[in-house]
């Protein structure tokens, strides 16, 4: 087969300069029921780590997408998810192999780029995801708003409040579609509890119990190889690093293990944060709003020479309207709303309820019914074409990750109360806690 150099827009003008117009398979031009490629979001992946791998998986399953480039300032490595392979080569090589087998003919077509800045400035992009760590969030999202690109943005969605807001406004400013990878929105189970709660079928609501995971695992089995090594060859460090403090290398530091260390992540509590406390929120109805005080934060540290985030906690968000909510890697793993007549719990893959009568309980046509979605991905791409707004938008992410910031503020020092105004985002009262709202930005980044 000859190799057909393909981009989002030039495949028939390309085929016909090549003169090879034979070879090209019916699928590749929107034929046999199949989108061409000329009509498909085409899109950029800015993080070819862990979960980036995953989701450029799913997106390569819908036939609306096309994925034209990949960004990653590592070139290729072990030290990902228990010691995997990963980096701009090895997701090159995924998707034009993926590509290969979809047309018949060898495609050689994904570009690829250690900076993502020169990924958004190409013209022949229409939406990238951003799934790098977490002190690298902010940053390409505002800047991808700028460039006029719809957005799909891993959870945590940042690693401030103020970053947060930044990237919700601009969001807003620039009139762009965001998802936010809390795909916990797109399980059935969580949105039939929610509905349940929303509906009242346990009463006014009086406190929910959040179980998130404890430790600091050696997911990319590298915990051993935590003092300063020499920067291996085709990693770019010192992007990586990007706004965050200046500091030694070592492997332990970086890829999947980089969530153990507050200068990048927060921790469990965060990456776990923005799936169970937003659907916390969303059974709540609070999703654009937050609590009014912390209260009874305790957290484990154990001395590391440089992983430092909480082990083992528990903080509680306090509601004006009088809930409770309780966020503890004690708690059992999952949301559970308990209210004056009974109980509502959901995790990934199930939901239970007590009375157990509200297990068949049916949401009547006229009560509340929330946004509907069993796919993420293909959730974004019905939005990025039809300019609704995803199921997982980036204002109700930032207010959900808010509490877990507010949280971790509270924990790392020592605070028996934090009071929050969840409308001008302020904490009340406590300067020391109110400048971990945001970071100081390592030269020349700034937001």
Sequence with gaps: MSTIKLTRRTLLKSAAVYGIPAIVPASALGLGGRTAPSNRVAMGIIGTGNQGFNDMKGFLQDERVHIDAVCDVNKESTGYWNGAVGGREPAKRLIEKFYTEQMGASYKGCGTHTDFRELL???????????????????????????????????????????????????????????????????????????????????????????????RPDYGKTGERKKPEPVPSGFDYQMWLGPAPDAPYSPARCHVNFRWIYDYSGGQVTDWGGHHPDCAQWGLGTEYTGPVEIKNAKAEFPPDELWNTATEYSFEAHYASQVKMIISSKERGGVTWEGETGWVYANRGTHDAEPKSLLKSEIGPNEIHLKKSDDHYANFIDCVLSRAEPVAPVEVAHRSITICHLGNIAMRLGKESLKWDPATERIVGDDEAAKLLSRTYRAPWKL
């Design 121 to 215: 400035a190409r013209k022949d992009i229409d939406a990238v995801e951003v799934c790098t760590p977490d002190h690298w969030h902010a940053i390409p999202v505002v800047e991808a708003c700028r460039a006029g690109k719809d957005i799909y943005c891993q959870k945590p969605l940042s690693l401030t409040i103020a970053e947060g807001r930044a990237m919700s406004d601009a969001v807003k400013k620039y009139k762009r579609v965001f998802q936010t990878g809390s795909q916990q929105r797109s399980d059935s189970n969580f949105r039939r509890a929610c509905e349940l709660v929303r509906n009242g079928r346990i009463g006014k609501v009086h406190t929910v119990k959040i179980g998130l995971p404890s430790g």
